[in-house]
C-alpha cells in the first residue's frame, strides 16, 4: 500500500479492490468466518484483554477490509437495557472502536460508526451511546469530530469484599 493510498481520505459504501488475483471487499462490513483471530488482536491492541468470548451482552461486529484483504479496524456495539443521556430503551452502544494507528485519519474510523449508526437507525433508535476513558484525548475529539456530545463523567469504585 503507497503512502498517497494511506493519505487518501475514505468514506461512504465499500469499494472493490485487487487483492492478488482476487477481487475483494475494502471498506465495513459484518465479522465473517476467519475473521476472528485478526478482530481479536484488534481487541486486544484497544483493551488489552478480548471480549468476542468474554462478553456477557450480545455484541455486533463491524470490521474495516483494507486493499491488502488485512482487517486494520473494527467497531462493535450492543444493545445496553439503557444508556447514561440516551432517550433509546434499550440503547444501542459504541461498546470498541479501533483503527491500528498506521491507519488513523483517513476516515475508517468514521465509516465504522457510520456502519454502527445505520444499524441502530434500522432497529427504530434515535440516539447511540458510548464513552472512553477521561484521559483518552483522542478518542475525546473522535468523538466529539462524529457529533458525539458528552453527557456525563463518571468515578467508577471497588470494595474488595473480604
Ligand atoms: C478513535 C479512532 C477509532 C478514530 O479512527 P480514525 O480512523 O483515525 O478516525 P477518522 O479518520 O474517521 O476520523 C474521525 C473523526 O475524528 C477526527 N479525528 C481523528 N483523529 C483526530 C485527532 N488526532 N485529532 C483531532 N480530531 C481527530 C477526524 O477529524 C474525524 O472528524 P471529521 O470527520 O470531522 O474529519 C482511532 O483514533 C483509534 O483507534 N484510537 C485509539 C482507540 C480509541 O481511542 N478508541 C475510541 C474510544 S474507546
Known amino acids: 500500500m503507497g503512502g ?9 459504501s465499500p469499494i472493490l479492490g485487487l487483492v492478488g488475483r482476487t477481487v475483494a471487499l475494502v ?3 459484518r465479522i ?27 455484541v455486533e ?17 450492543s444493545l445496553r437495557a439503557w444508556a447514561e443521556g440516551c432517550e433509546s430503551r434499550p440503547a444501542p452502544f459504541l461498546e470498541g472502536w479501533f483503527v491500528a494507528e498506521h491507519h488513523r485519519g483517513r476516515g475508517i474510523g468514521a465509516a465504522l460508526v457510520g456502519a454502527v449508526e445505520d444499524w441502530a437507525r434500522s432497529l427504530g433508535h434515535t440516539d447511540l451511546g458510548s464513552d472512553t476513558w477521561l484521559d483518552n484525548d483522542l478518542g475525546r475529539r473522535a468523538h466529539a469530530a462524529l457529533g458525539f456530545e458528552e453527557v456525563e463523567r463518571v468515578i467508577r469504585y471497588r470494595k474488595p469484599l473480604a
Open 27 to 29: 471498506g465495513v462490513r
Open 61 to 77: 461486529v463491524w470490521v474495516w477490509a483494507d486493499d491488502d484483504g488485512s482487517l486494520t479496524g473494527f467497531a462493535s456495539a
Open 4 to 12: 498517497r493510498y494511506r493519505r487518501r481520505r475514505v468514506r461512504g
Open 32 to 58: 465473517g468466518p476467519g475473521d476472528e483471530s485478526e478482530v481479536l488482536a484488534l481487541m486486544r491492541a484497544l483493551w488489552g484483554h478480548t471480549t468476542l468470548e468474554d462478553d456477557v451482552e450480545p
